[in-house]
Nanobody, 119 residues
Framework: QVQLTESGGGLVQPGGSLRLSCAAS????????MGWYRQAPGKQRELVAS???????NYADSVKGRFTISNDNAKNSVYLQMNSLKPEDTAVYYC?????????????WGQGTQVTVSS
């Protein structure tokens, strides 16, 4: 079974920065895409950023230019650097990993980490 463990959330003032980390229990080479999602109260979970095993990245329009996804294969980890944070970035952030098993996609989720942007 795959485990994803997030860390790095917290309370930050508008304009501040946070770096989220997600450590996987197995090599991230086994995933064809990893990413970060978020869910604010009363809203649906949405994609924030993703990175394929080939290094291609994708960002939600609302975070382009402010957030950066990266990984460290040696540490089996993926990161989300969040700069210029806004109150509307407040949400629970979830790490996600996807791999193929017998030809079908399998999705894994972390437990989530709270990010609160407030003065």
């Amino acid at each position: 079974q795959v485990q994803l463990t997030e860390s790095g959330g917290g309370l930050v003032q508008p304009g501040g920065s946070l770096r989220l980390s997600c450590a996987a229990s197995r090599s991230i080479f086994s995933f064809y895409v990893m990413g970060w999602y978020r869910q604010a109260p009363g809203k649906q979970r949405e994609l924030v950023a993703s990175m394929t095993s080939g290094g291609s990245t994708n960002y939600a329009d609302s975070v382009k230019g402010r957030f950066t996804i990266s990984n460290d294969n040696a540490k089996n980890s993926v990161y989300l650097q969040m700069n210029s944070l806004k109150p509307e970035d407040t949400a629970v952030y979830y790490c996600n990993a996807q791999r193929l098993y017998s030809g079908s996609p399998v999705y894994y989720w972390g437990q989530g980490t709270q990010v609160t942007v407030s003065s």
